[in-house]
């Protein structure tokens, strides 16, 4: 019945539910490798260990040359680093994202990728993290697959415009 539904979407208990909340029963919390990524990325982020992460711990940790539109040149570093703020900016209303926001942002980012360890090493290099072997294997597929590498017999190969 449609009250059953709203009152499962309404996430916030107001009478009502908007899309992120729609979008949030849809895409389901974070589980197992990626939730615990996402707490060890938090736990690295949270300089002061006060369970909150501020702009300024945020800026400091982010390596927007390693975000995946930033090495494909669909994105400059600096705007990057701007729209992740203002993502970010939505989850923590009162200042300060707390573990369950930083959550809560990445289970959207998560929605979008498919594999285990590509979402990984995403979300560790971001934060200037090490990648581990598998998860640098599944960026270079997903690179592959995006048309920035081509993987050969030989190895990998670095795109140009002379393909």
């Not at 309404?10 to 539910?17: A, E, M, R, S």
Request: proline fraction near 2%.
């Amino acid at each position: 019945d449609v009250n059953d539904l709203t009152r499962a979407l309404d996430l916030h208990n107001v009478g009502y539910f908007d899309f992120e909340d729609f979008l949030a029963v849809a895409r389901g919390s974070l589980v197992g490798m990626r939730a615990a990524v996402v707490r060890e990325v938090f736990q690295y982020l949270d300089l002061d260990a006060d369970g909150r992460l501020s702009i300024r711990e945020l800026e400091a940790r982010y390596t927007p040359s390693e975000q995946p539109d930033v090495e494909a040149g669909r994105k400059a570093p600096a705007q990057a680093l701007q729209e992740l703020l203002l993502r970010l900016g939505a989850f923590g209303r009162d200042g300060g994202l707390t573990l369950t926001d930083f959550e809560r942002y990445y289970e959207g980012i998560s929605a979008g990728i498919d594999s285990d360890q590509y979402f990984k090493h995403v979300i560790r290099t971001s934060w200037g993290l090490e990648s581990d072997e598998r998860s640098r294997y599944a960026r270079n597929l997903h690179r592959s697959q995006d048309g920035h590498l081509q993987v050969t017999e030989g190895g990998i190969c670095g795109r140009n415009d002379g393909w």
